[in-house]
């Protein structure tokens, strides 16, 4: 079964860009079939633990128009890291983990629009509407990657039958 870590990243005392700790309280509310790391920002250090999963799945919230839309996409290492600052994009970290690890594991990003990134502890009422489609979103991608790992005529122990 493949190992697929949740990096979900903000701050929490910013309004919306807590989305992604709101996804993470989710996700550890039923933790199956991933694990959940909940950080301020990424920093380079972050990339040891992307280097020991299979897939990871990068959880934040973004600026745009719409507040409260969920995107999804995979994502690939950053060709050129750029000098290191507080502030690593996932794209880095995963460069990082192949650079220094030798790992290329599978990645994506989900974001939730912001609504409002003020000082103030509480979600915006678009961003708290969209965390069910988010959490969906993450666990889509760690139940494909998951599946995907297995390999053609594996058996599940204890065999499961379809829903």
């Known amino acids: ?3 697929v870590a949740v990096v979900a990243y903000g701050n929490p ?6 989305a992604a700790w709101g996804v993470a309280e989710r996700l550890e509310a039923r933790a199956d079939g ?11 250090e972050v990339a040891l633990v992307v280097s020991q ?16 839309h969920v995107g999804s996409g995979e994502i690939s290492p950053a060709t050129t890291a750029g000098p290191l600052s507080h502030h690593v994009r996932p ?9 220094l690890y ?15 990134f003020a000082v103030g502890g509480e979600l915006s009422s678009r961003v708290q509407q969209a965390l069910p489609e988010a959490e969906r979103a993450v666990r889509r991608l760690v139940r ?6 297995l390999s053609e005529g594996a058996a599940f122990d204890p065999p499961r039958t379809p829903s």
């Open 102 to 116: 030798g790992a290329r594991p599978r990645a994506a990003l989900v974001t939730i629009t912001g609504a409002t």
């Open 1 to 3: 079964m493949a190992v």
């Open 144 to 149: 494909d990657w998951s599946l995907g790992a």
């Open 91 to 99: 794209e880095v970290v995963l460069a990082l983990a192949h650079r």
């Open 13 to 18: 005392l910013r309004g919306d860009d807590g």
């Open 34 to 44: 991933c694990v959940v790391l909940t950080l301020h920002q990424l920093t380079p």
């Open 53 to 68: 999963a299979d897939g990871v799945v990068f959880v934040d919230a973004a600026e745009g128009p719409v507040p409260g």
